[in-house]
């Protein structure tokens, strides 16, 4: 009984792929793939649309596909010419008795990257959000039209900010300030955005002012949460570090000092700054002045010595004179 269940399933299985005239009737694919490409969404049979993204340079794409019945005819496969934008592609898949069932393939070919240059090195503009980096602040995601491409980025209302992401040449993603100018009257503007966090405050970090570098402070790389920063020391192994940012919470921009082995930071009082400045200026009065009073002594004492020197020249000839006369009445 069992095997003749089997047997009976078999034929009605078989005669529902079969037209009347015996011509099989299975119009679907076994599998689709383009070369290099992954598609979205996966592959299914029942599935038809489908669709891919390729970087700009990419001018050809490569079609394969595989009909689930091997007397299927497909056509729409091989390599086709792509151009920037977006490119449909049909893959028709007809069956021994005629019946047709259409995939589409949409290509989406990216459009020119955007570069962006920064004293002479070349960023490349992140047009994709999930590149971003995470920003653990408070901000809204917002996007930019940048040459005619939209742009993912972040706003910081507290700051009036607004971050895009670059990409540097070894593949390196940091988050820049973006400032654009009205009527392109100037270039538009990057500086890299990086944020300074203790237990008490986060500091968005900015350039140091010159006018505020206290005398006798170098410059020095430091790195702060794991990040490089610019910062002024008295000496390179010093604990302290003075960096220079704007205080999120108050939006005040302070000179600021940071303890390298408690990892905290603390306004820095400019007073002290200018105190130092002032005890510097007098130290420097002080030394200018022990040089000048170096040189008159020393002019002084040249002076002596010449005098000196003149009373024993003229003393020894007077002596050499007498002797003369002596021997001459000899």
Do not use: C, W
Request: aromatic share 6%.
């Amino acid at each position: 009984k069992s095997s003749s269940r089997s047997s009976s399933s078999s034929s009605k299985s078989s005669a529902a792929n079969k037209t009347e005239d015996n011509k099989a009737n299975t119009a679907t694919l076994k599998s689709l793939s383009v070369d290099g490409q992954e598609l979205s969404p996966k592959f299914d049979a029942n599935v038809t649309d489908y669709s891919i993204t390729v970087p700009n340079d990419v001018a050809k794409i490569n079609i394969k596909a595989t009909p689930t019945d091997s007397k299927a005819k497909i056509a729409g496969v091989g390599e086709h010419a792509v151009k920037e934008g977006e490119n449909k592609f049909e893959i028709k898949v007809t069956a021994e008795n005629g019946d047709v069932k259409t995939y589409t393939l949409k290509v989406t070919v990216d459009k020119k990257p955007i570069i962006v240059k920064i004293k002479g090195k070349e960023y490349t503009l992140i047009k994709n959000k999930e590149e971003l980096p995470e920003l653990n602040l408070e901000h809204e995601d917002i996007t930019l039209t940048l040459e005619e491409q939209e742009v993912p980025a972040y706003r910081i209302d507290k700051l009036n900010y607004v971050l895009v992401g670059l990409k540097d040449s070894e593949g390196k993603i940091n988050l820049y300030k973006f400032k654009a100018y009205k009527d392109n009257k100037k270039p538009d503007e990057y500086t890299l955005f990086k944020q300074v966090n203790s237990k008490a405050l986060t500091i968005i970090y900015l350039d140091f002012p010159k006018k505020l570098i206290p005398s006798g402070y170098k410059k020095y790389a430091e790195e702060i949460n794991g990040d490089k920063v610019i910062v002024y020391k008295s000496s390179k192994n010093s604990r302290y570090s003075l960096i220079y940012g704007i205080n999120l919470e108050t939006g005040k921009k302070n000179v600021y000092k940071y303890d390298t082995k408690e990892g905290t930071i603390q306004i820095y009082d400019t007073s002290e700054l200018k105190q130092l400045d002032k005890k510097m200026e007098i130290m420097k009065a002080i030394i200018l002045g022990l040089i000048g009073l170096a040189g008159l002594l020393l002019i002084i004492i040249i002076i002596v010595i010449a005098t000196r020197n003149r009373k024993i020249k003229k003393a020894l000839r007077k002596y050499a004179e007498k002797l003369k006369i002596r021997q001459e009445a000899q």
